[in-house]
């Protein structure tokens, strides 16, 4: 049976179960890991973060240069006016995907086959001061694996 593909305008997370470290909330228990699939899948957690790179906004962006350059662009401006930080920055009409598939880790050419999360992307911002997106979700529903299809 041929490979199921990933549908068009879709983009794949990895998600790791995070331990202590530091700079986390004082209410992490260090014996046990933060769940991040757990809190998508129960609508705790609203958005996904990943550090602004290029390999993100190609991921992401219809134009993953001319996105960099407006960043670069805003930041440059701000420093020169001595405003200090700039703010967060909207870049939801520049995305070309608009779903998201949430993973517990996966082994490589099963992907398609093992359950994951599936969201709405229904926005992307840029945050100046951890230099990082956060893509906005909505509407995580899990997808269980269907041993008929198999890949």
Request: glycine share 6%.
């Amino acid at each position: 049976m041929p490979k199921r593909k990933l549908p068009e305008g879709t983009v794949v997370f990895r998600l790791e179960n995070v331990y202590e470290k530091a700079g986390f909330p004082s209410y992490f228990n260090s014996r046990e890991p933060l769940n991040l699939y757990g809190q998508l899948k129960n609508g705790i957690k609203p958005s996904e973060w990943r550090n602004c790179t290029l390999y993100w906004l190609s991921r992401l962006c219809k134009d993953a240069n001319e996105a960099q350059k407006e960043i670069k662009s805003l930041t440059k401006n701000h420093k020169q006016r001595r405003f200090g930080q700039p703010p967060p920055m909207d870049l939801t009409d520049k995305l070309k995907v608009h779903k998201a598939w949430f993973f517990e880790g996966y082994l490589p050419g099963a992907l398609i086959s093992l359950p994951h999360l599936e969201a709405e992307i229904i926005g992307l911002w840029y945050h100046p001061e951890k230099k990082a997106l956060e893509i906005k979700i909505a509407n995580a529903v899990e997808v269980k694996r269907d041993e008929s299809r198999r890949v």
